[in-house]
């Protein structure tokens, strides 16, 4: 057997740890990556296939998707799916066990940014980037993390993107930051929560967040935040991908819990 090999338990896989872990033991396993029409989700769909992961890319928009498999024919499953939508939401996991197989790796990273103004703003934008950035996110992990079990997956891992909005509280001139900051708090406390949950079970599933500085997404320019670019770096999608992989590649005696990727020479603070 070589290094690292997984060891097949019926439908469950545990890994013999070596330290010398690579992306070669995730091969052929299932990843459920959300958000994966655009920007990080889209590149981490793409990177996680082209490592040899089967990779369910969920999200609103169809056409986007589609031509994300078309990219990857065989190896991304594009299913369509309104993650706000608690029960549509639960029976896409259920379908993609049924379908394609139990859920090896889930990455959370659908999210919405709007400007939104504490004392004036529609309220409905601060309830669907709460919907959206964190209830979806804790929905689809405890179902991501309850299938993992029932299919004796003992090794799966739970990735959730935050972002520098989550290490601190705005000044005075990102006012309108204030709900999204508190979203992506949320986030950060959310997976702790789990980490130290599946801690106390004594599992060997992990869960990490992954805080990005200023990242080249639509999530701006939908939220309204069009000037991001020009006064900013900004980073690649695809070195989120990176660390995603970082994450996967680590050996299993270690637990990454948080790692934060800014572009060299980002001034921005939260």
């Known amino acids: 057997m070589r290094v690292g090999q997984a060891i097949h338990h019926g439908r469950g896989t545990k890994l013999r740890c070596s330290g010398t872990e690579t992306m070669e033991q995730w091969k052929d396993k299932v990843a459920v990556v959300t958000g994966a029409s655009s920007g990080i989700g889209r590149a981490v769909a793409a990177k996680l296939a082209e490592e040899g992961m089967r990779v369910v890319a969920v999200a609103r928009r169809r056409e986007k998707l589609q031509e994300l498999a078309n990219q990857y024919k065989g190896r991304i499953y594009p299913l369509p799916c309104d993650i706000t939508n608690d029960q549509e939401l639960v029976n896409l996991f259920k ?20 400007k939104a ?50 290490l601190g509280i705005p000044g005075k001139e990102w006012t309108e930051r204030y ?8 986030v950060r406390i959310i997976t702790e ?28 320019d939908v939220g309204g935040w069009c000037n991001v670019y020009k006064e900013n770096p900004y980073l690649p999608a695809s070195a989120i991908a990176g660390a995603v992989v970082t994450l996967l590649s ?5 637990h990454i819990a948080e790692i934060v990727v800014r572009p060299l020479g980002e001034q921005i603070y939260c």
């Open 95 to 114: 379908n993609i066990e049924e379908k394609i197989g139990p859920c090896h790796v889930l990455v959370n990273n659908a999210g919405a940014a709007y």
């Open 117 to 166: 103004s504490l004392l004036e703003s529609n309220l409905k934008d601060w309830r669907y980037m709460f919907d959206l950035n964190v209830i979806a996110l804790g929905v689809a992990t405890q179902e991501a993390i309850s299938l993992m079990k029932k299919n004796q997956i003992d090794s799966g891992y739970v990735i959730n993107i935050s972002s520098i909005a989550s």
């Open 179 to 186: 709900v999204y900051n508190a979203t992506k708090h949320a």
């Open 193 to 220: 929560g789990a980490r130290m949950e599946l801690a106390q079970q004594k599992s060997g599933i992990k869960i990490s967040t992954i805080c990005p500085g200023v990242v080249e997404s639509e999530i701006f």
């Open 250 to 254: 680590s050996p299993c005696s270690t």
